[in-house]
Every structure is written in structure tokens, then in C-alpha cells.
């Protein structure tokens, strides 16, 4: 995956863990998946996502770990990734298969 997450890194979508390694092996949170999804969507439309976290409603949403608020409410509010039912968006739950999924689904129509 060295090529990828290369080029991902070149472009600033994935920054790895805080020191400096990407741990490609372990699964990635839903909150961290936004996270990526989020600078994938600044890089592509120019555009920052900083304070878009005080309009989310989730009622897990003090769950959210404060680098991935704006994240998360820039993917949820641009449809790419919703909730689950009980109106949570369980940050710190694994992204599934399906998940991914349906996220790059959404992202290709983008």
C-alpha cells in the first residue's frame, strides 16, 4: 500500500499518528475515517471544515474527540457518512466493511 498512502500523505489527506508512523495494520475509527473523508473534501473543494462541529446533534456527539468534531459534521452534513439508529454516530466504533463501502461509493459520485 506504500504507493497510496505515499501519495495520500504527499496530498495531506492522511497525516498517521502523532508520531509520524501510519500503523497501516489496524482499524480505523469511525471518527478518523471522517477525519480523512473531511480533508479529501477540503483538498477537492478548497474549502475548511474549521467550526462546523457546533451543528452537530448527535446524542453521542460528547463522544467526539474534539480533532474530529468538524470532520465529522462535514461528512454527515455533506451525506457521505450518517448516523446510526438512536440518533449516535458511535465516533469511537470501528468502520465496518459496509461502511467503507458505501462511503468510496458516495465519494466516486461525488
Do not use: H, W
Amino acid at each position: 500500500y506504500y504507493k497510496s498512502v505515499s501519495a495520500a500523505a504527499t496530498f495531506g489527506i492522511i497525516v498517521g499518528r502523532p508520531d509520524g508512523s501510519f500503523a497501516p495494520n489496524e482499524s480505523i475509527t469511525r471518527q478518523d475515517m471522517a477525519v480523512v473523508i473531511a480533508k479529501f473534501l477540503e483538498k477537492k473543494q478548497g474549502e475548511s471544515t474549521e467550526g462546523m462541529g457546533k451543528s452537530l446533534t448527535f446524542a453521542d456527539g460528547s463522544n467526539i474527540s474534539r480533532y474530529a468534531l468538524d470532520s465529522v459534521a462535514a461528512v454527515v452534513s455533506e451525506g457521505l457518512m450518517v448516523g446510526k439508529p438512536g440518533n449516535i454516530f458511535d465516533p469511537k466504533g470501528l468502520t465496518t466493511r459496509a461502511e467503507a463501502v458505501t462511503v468510496i461509493c458516495k465519494l466516486l459520485n461525488y
